[in-house]
């Protein structure tokens, strides 16, 4: 059975920066990209960031990039994503999700994506 778990949302200034860890268990970690979604209130998820199987990395360029920097620890199966910088339209539910696998480059594309955890909630007050 396979499980995706999100950790380290919070409530943050703007400025200011927080970690999210994500750890996936049940398959071969290394095989997958994984990748960060975010939702906001009445608004589409959208992708923030992935990483490929192979380390190559993504972001989406409008809003995170600079910002936000993704790694992965596949000893710990675990993917991080580093935020600085934090503005008010960060705030939103965090997604981690497991995708395609084995690939060089990954998608920012949800639909590609097919283990997901619940999300971990940011506020970044003004």
């Known amino acids: 059975q396979v499980q995706v778990v999100e950790s380290g949302g919070g409530l943050v200034q703007a400025g200011g920066s927080l970690r999210l860890s994500c750890t996936a268990s049940?398959?071969?970690?290394?095989?997958?990209?994984m990748g960060w979604f975010r939702q906001a209130p009445e608004k589409e998820r959208e992708g923030v960031s992935c990483?490929?199987?192979?380390?190559?990395?993504?972001y989406d360029p409008d809003s995170v990039k600079g910002r936000f920097t993704i790694s992965r620890d596949n000893a710990k199966k675990t993917v991080y994503l580093e935020m600085n910088s934090l503005k008010p339209e960060d705030t939103a539910m965090y997604y981690c999700a497991a995708g395609p696998r084995f690939g060089r480059w990954c998608p920012l594309d949800q639909y590609k994506y097919t283990y997901w955890g619940q999300g971990t909630q940011i506020t970044v007050s003004s």
């Open positions: 990483i490929s199987s192979s380390g190559n990395t993504i």
């Open positions: 049940g398959l071969t970690f290394d095989d997958y990209a």
